[in-house]
């Protein structure tokens, strides 16, 4: 090709034309997925947290045999309000005998309680609170314990039995968890993808039941679409005066092409057809500064998750038995609730992630026949009807531009550099449902050191 002609094709192809859409495009609104989204009730959350802060505590090593007071009496109701929610809810105990270590002072049950809302295939969507909570400081002085050095959990003299409401840590989540739970199960929409609500234990003291039970999902070969953790979301005051009802903060970890990141982008993009009033700030960052959640159970087996954190914490109330139901905004939570409604909903109706690797992780992109094409190959997903190709400049972190391709698992762009753009692809569902984007990532080239002669 002739320069000119190659740098005007290339000039029209970087313009935008009706059959390239700019920016990620704002899905169109599936019908089923608005009406379960408005069936979030802010009442049916806030009876939740009533319900589960009357329990006194819920620390992880607190009583087990009372009806009325700790974990157990806790798990037992979680159990039972799941089995209510509907029959089509398969409700377990997700139990896990952990031994002593670290901030487990002693042998231990955690016991993580499930829903699993069964859909045409295996792999699963989860969202996910923690249940248990602690109050670190009314522990240690009820027991008189002695400061130590270093982990304060780590001394086996404190009382677990002392007041930790955890309204908001993490009830709020556990409230959002259950709450779904409801109105997906009672929506009648048959997902392909398996829906699992999940209330964590054993988070305050190192992420151990999700990590047990991560660990032994990753074991059995488990297939995880997408994991929406959240974890202080239910109240819109900050501990800094700042009241915003408004946002909502989403973690994930990287790099920028993880999966995690592509559901960060997912659901800013979901949230915009079906929440618009909700703003969703992506963080680049795995959590909060040194603090973190369940999601990293399941990055760390190398499944996609995000945390949803509330715009502006009160770090006061956290850990304490000030985290009451009063500091906390149940419209707010709500909101929350339906982004994770919208985005959990349309990933487990849309087809899986195309697979964008070979089977020795090798990027199924190349330079094309010209060797200055964008020629980009993916492995089909089951139920697709057609895929969307997205890009963006090299530097940018979201993508910029997207254009529906056919039924095709290959698809060539001309004169498109693979050396100043990234690449994706979106499997596109009978019912227009859209999966997570699968970004084409360049591999890392093993770099060793110089060996010099004496
Ligand atoms: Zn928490």
Partial sequence: MHRTLRILSALLFALPATTVAQ?????????????????VSPERLRAIVSKLESFGTRSTLSDTVSAARGIGAARRWIYEEFTRSSPRLRVEFDRHHVAQQGRITRDVDVVNVMAILPGRSPRRVYISGHYDTVNLRAAMAAARAPATAGDPQQNRAIDYNVDAPGANDDGSGTALTMELARVFAESGIEFDATLVFIAWAGEEQGLIGSMAHATSLADAKGIVEATFNNDIVGSSLGGNGIL????????????????????????????????????????????????????????????????????????RRQHSGDDKIEGMDFAYLAQNARVNAAGAASVALAPTAPVVAGERGQPLIGRGKSGYDADLRWSASPGAVGYRIYWRDAWAN???RSQVVGNVTQFAMPNVSIDDYVFGVAAIGADGNESLVSAFVSPNRPMSRVKLSQ
């Fill in 398 to 400: 979201d993508w910029q």
């Fill in 244 to 315: 915003d009802g408004e946002s909502v903060k989403v973690y994930s970890l990287g790099p920028e092409d993880s999966m995690s990141r592509s559901l960060a982008r997912y659901i800013v993009r979901i949230a915009s057809t079906y929440v618009p009033s909700h703003t969703i700030r992506l963080m680049a960052r795995e959590d909060r500064f040194a603090r973190g959640s369940d999601h990293s159970s399941f990055t760390a087996n190398g499944f996609p998750a995000v945390v949803f954190r509330e715009a502006n914490e009160n770090y």
């Fill in 23 to 39: 920016g990620a495009p704002r899905p169109d609104a599936d019908p089923r997925i608005e009406k379960l989204v408005a069936a």
